[in-house]
């Protein structure tokens, strides 16, 4: 037995899809349950922030989630297959009329992504103030709560529709296939088969 976090929402459906044409058969969850149990498998329906904590507590052996969420939590995780699905990108967001100086000594940035942030204005040897925020984002710039933000960009809409501009990319992502280590040697044939069947689905999607 497999068990298996998948983050609610597309990902987890695009995920029981890839399962559905491995098995050729409906991956379905019952209405408000998060827990599905099918041959072989127990998928859970977790939050995506959620998906490395079940997975590096090994209550999930394997998981599905974004590479941000991998980058941005620094767990110690074997990271098996990029899926394909859920692209998006982490990039600086600043004011559609405003230009992004580098050479400033320090800036304030919202974002709900702190390790990212605090890494990516690191190397670039701007001390950077961040301030953590767990959603809206986009309003920080505008209301002077901070300078810039570092979020999620999927078509840039979102930051267009509130005045903002997509600045500079800091990381790409995409869900990948991640395994608990102790699970990854102890089940690592069932695993390795389940990779392998993902691999195909997602190399003939391409
Ligand atoms: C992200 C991000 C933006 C939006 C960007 O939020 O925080 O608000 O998507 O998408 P766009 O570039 O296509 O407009 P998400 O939907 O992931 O929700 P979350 O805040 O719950 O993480």
């Known amino acids: 037995m497999l068990t298996v976090a998948l983050p609610k929402g597309r990902i ?3 995920t029981l899809e890839m399962f559905e044409t491995i098995f050729d058969k409906k991956f379905e969850f019952d209405d408000r349950k998060l827990i599905l149990e ?6 859970l329906l977790v939050r995506n922030q959620d998906v490395p904590t ?3 507590h090994q209550a999930a052996d394997i998981g599905v989630v974004g590479l941000d969420v991998i980058e941005e939590k620094e767990l110690d995780l074997i990271k098996l297959l990029d899926l394909g699905i859920g692209k998006c990108k982490v990039a600086i967001g600043l004011k559609a009329e405003e230009q992004m100086d580098y050479d400033r000594a320090s800036i304030k940035v919202a974002t709900k992504m702190t390790n990212i942030a605090k890494n990516y204005f690191a190397k ?3 001390g950077a103030e961040v301030v953590k925020l767990y959603g809206s984002i986009e309003l920080a710039p505008i209301v002077g709560l901070s300078d810039v933000i570092v979020d999620i960009v999927e078509t840039g809409n979102t930051m267009r529709q509130n ?6 990319t800091i990381m790409e992502s995409s869900a990948h296939l991640i395994a608990n280590k102790q699970s990854f040697y102890a089940k690592k044939m069932e695993i390795l088969k389940l990779y392998e069947q993902l691999k195909s689905v997602v190399e003939n999607r391409k």
């Open 12 to 14: 987890a459906e695009e």
């Open 38 to 43: 099918m041959d072989s498998f127990k998928f």
């Open 54 to 56: 079940y997975v590096e």
């Open 124 to 126: 670039k040897a701007i």
């Open 163 to 168: 005045g903002l501009k997509v600045g500079e």
